[in-house]
């Protein structure tokens, strides 16, 4: 991960933006004790993808079983 001061960032926003495009690698804005992180756009809907799935019921009983080595067959519509 790629890590910035907000006033670097600030700087070269664009430059930093095209990058975390271009390599879906995120960009770590440190400002004080806190910070931000800049994702591709691809790379937040995968998240938020992901996020969605988990949080269904069938989803949450997809993964424990995964994890347990048991697959259930599960229709994509469903979750």
């Given at each position: 991960?790629?890590?910035?001061?907000?006033?670097?960032?600030?700087?070269?926003?664009?430059?930093?933006i095209?990058?975390?495009?271009a390599?879906n690698?995120?960009?770590?804005?440190n400002?004080?004790?806190?910070?931000?992180?800049?994702v591709?756009?691809d790379?937040?809907?995968?998240?938020a993808?992901?996020?969605?799935?988990?949080?269904?019921?069938?989803?949450?009983?997809?993964?424990?079983?995964a994890?347990?080595?048991?697959?259930i067959?599960?229709?994509?519509?469903?979750?």
């Amino acid at each position: 991960m790629v890590t910035t001061t907000i006033s670097d960032f600030r700087k070269s926003i664009k430059g930093y933006i095209d990058k975390v495009i271009a390599s879906n690698e995120p960009v770590l804005i440190n400002r004080g004790v806190q910070g931000a992180v800049l994702v591709s756009l691809d790379e937040y809907n995968a998240l938020a993808r992901t996020a969605s799935v988990l949080n269904s019921q069938t989803g949450a009983e997809t993964l424990k079983a995964a994890q347990a080595n048991e697959f259930i067959e599960v229709n994509i519509d469903e979750l």
